[in-house]
């Protein structure tokens, strides 16, 4: 069984910067697409960012330009980039992974919080 393990988050003022990185427990057979998502308290989780096996790249429209997704130089992670911060950002952020177009995975969260 494959397990997805987020790291990174923390608090961070306006304007700041932060990495989420989520790490896979073994390498996934037939990964299909990873993607990151959010739940901030009261609010439905939203996707954030995502790829898939054929590097097709999706951004929520409200951090266009600000995050980037990528593969931190290593096949079993995804990272996030997150720059420019907004209080609005504010949430759990969730690692998601899709093996063999059906299966899916999920990590337990990090807290992201934007505040001065």
């Known amino acids: 069984q494959v397990q997805l393990v987020e790291s990174g988050g923390g608090l961070v003022q306006p304007g700041g910067s932060l990495r989420l990185s989520c790490a896979a427990s073994?390498?996934?057979?037939?990964?299909?697409?990873m993607r990151w998502y959010r739940q901030a308290p009261g609010k439905e989780r939203e996707l954030v960012a995502g790829?898939?096996?054929?590097?097709?790249?999706n951004y929520a429209d409200s951090v266009k330009g600000r995050f980037t997704i990528s593969r931190d130089n290593a096949e079993n992670t995804v990272a996030l980039q997150m720059n420019s911060l907004k209080p609005e950002d504010t949430a759990v952020y969730y690692c998601?992974?899709?093996?063999?177009?059906?299966?899916?995975?999920w990590g337990k969260g990090t807290l992201v919080t934007v505040s001065s």
């Open positions: 073994r390498s996934i057979f037939g990964l299909s697409a």
């Open positions: 790829f898939t096996s054929g590097g097709r790249i």
């Open positions: 998601n992974a899709v093996a063999q177009y059906v299966m899916e995975y």
